[in-house]
């Protein structure tokens, strides 16, 4: 079976601050696809990033970084100098390799205050 | 904005009501999913077309159905509709390569149906 745990329901920080969000999944599959979505209070989902399976270089975007590491079957996400516009959902998706659907975490709400 | 246009974006019915929800996917992609969004599911994906043929089904209940026309728009049909049903509906898209496997989806903003 394919799942993907946020642990993190909720994460509240002050702007500037660092903040982690964590993703766990499970899968069998040997090639498989990891993504990060972000749900703004007004709704829509928008891709943030990709990561393969036979991957596990990391990623900075930006204020954005992605540490991604098989051995303990992660994928998480730290935003540097937290902003007011990052409160939102964050959802981490998986996607094996039998079919395109995308299996979801529960999300994470942060909340960034000024 | 992603590209992907849905229609409507609220819509408010009563239980035992059908109602249709409409997807225009990104410019160039062929695949279409559809996931429902609520409170005690979270997200969940409910079916995939790929240029007009089903390619995968998940927890779609049979009072809904969906098809992917040939100008590859796609529509959600909902029926005998339940309170339960009230949710968040979004439609994503996928560029072709590897036969919409494993390319990033494009979210649409969604449809919010209430049902009253």
């Known amino acids: 079976a394919q799942k993907v745990t946020q642990a993190q329901t909720e994460i509240s920080v002050v702007e500037k601050e660092d903040v982690t969000l964590d993703c766990v999944y499970e899968t069998r599959d040997t090639t498989y696809y990891l993504f990060w979505y972000k749900q703004p209070p007004s709704g829509e989902l928008v891709f943030l990033i990709r990561r393969n399976s036979f991957d596990e270089q990391n990623e900075i975007s930006g204020r954005y970084s992605w540490n991604f590491q098989k051995s303990t079957s992660s994928f998480n996400f730290t935003i540097t100098a937290s902003q007011v516009v990052d409160s939102a959902v964050y959802f981490c998706a998986l996607r094996g390799n039998q079919g395109g659907k995308l299996i979801f975490g529960q999300g994470t709400e942060l909340s960034v205050k000024p | 904005d992603s590209g992907v246009t849905q229609t409507p974006k609220h819509l408010i019915t009563a239980t035992g009501q059908r109602v249709t929800l409409r997807c225009s996917p990104r410019s160039g992609d062929l695949s279409v999913y559809w996931y429902q969004q609520s409170l005690d599911q979270g997200l969940q994906f409910l079916i995939q077309?790929?240029?007009?043929?089903?390619?995968a089904k998940g927890n779609i209940l049979e009072r809904f159905s969906a098809q992917q026309f040939p100008d590859l728009h796609s529509e959600l049909n909902l029926s005998s509709l339940e309170l339960g049903d009230s949710a968040l509906y979004f439609c994503?898209?996928?560029?072709?390569?590897?036969?919409?496997?494993?390319?990033?989806?494009?979210f649409g903003p969604g449809t919010r149906l209430t049902v009253l």
């Open positions: 994503a898209s996928s560029p072709p390569n590897g036969g919409g496997r494993a390319d990033t989806q494009y």
């Open positions: 077309y790929y240029n007009g043929e089903e390619r």
